[in-house]
C-alpha cells in the first residue's frame, strides 16, 4: 500500500487517513472549527496542511495570524509546530536524517 506520498504528488484535493503514512503527522480537532492539521515531509520541506491550505509553516502562520487572534491563532500555530517536531523524530527513527 501507499505509506509516503511522493515528492512530485499533486492534486486540488484528497482525503487521507494518515496513521499509514510515515511522511505525516498530525493533529485532530484544533481551533474553533475543530480542523486536522496535517505535517507533512516532501519535496525535502515540511509543509503544512490545514483546511484548504497547503504550504511552508511561515506561510501557514501568516495565514494564521491574518485570520484569527489570541489564543485561537496561538493554538492553531503550536499544533502545526507540534506536528513537525513529532514527524521530525519519525523520520529520524526511520533513517530519513540525512535530509532533515
Given amino acids: 500500500g501507499l505509506t509516503a506520498l511522493p515528492d512530485d504528488f499533486?492534486?486540488?484535493?484528497?482525503?487521507?487517513?494518515?496513521?499509514?503514512?510515515?511522511?505525516?503527522?498530525?493533529?485532530?480537532?484544533?481551533?474553533?472549527?475543530?480542523?486536522?492539521?496535517?505535517?507533512?515531509?516532501?519535496?525535502?520541506?515540511?509543509?503544512?496542511?490545514?483546511?484548504c491550505f497547503f504550504g511552508p509553516i511561515d506561510v501557514f502562520e501568516s495565514r494564521v495570524d491574518a485570520r484569527y487572534s489570541g489564543d485561537a491563532a496561538k493554538s492553531y500555530k503550536c499544533a502545526a509546530h507540534q506536528c513537525i517536531s513529532e514527524l521530525t523524530e519519525k523520520l529520524n527513527k526511520l533513517g530519513f536524517a540525512n535530509g532533515l
Fill in 10 to 51: 499533486s492534486c486540488r484535493s484528497l482525503y487521507l487517513d494518515p496513521e499509514h503514512f510515515n511522511n505525516i503527522a498530525y493533529r485532530q480537532r484544533c481551533g474553533y472549527h475543530d480542523r486536522t492539521i496535517f505535517a507533512v515531509w516532501t519535496q525535502c520541506y515540511f509543509k503544512v496542511a490545514a483546511g
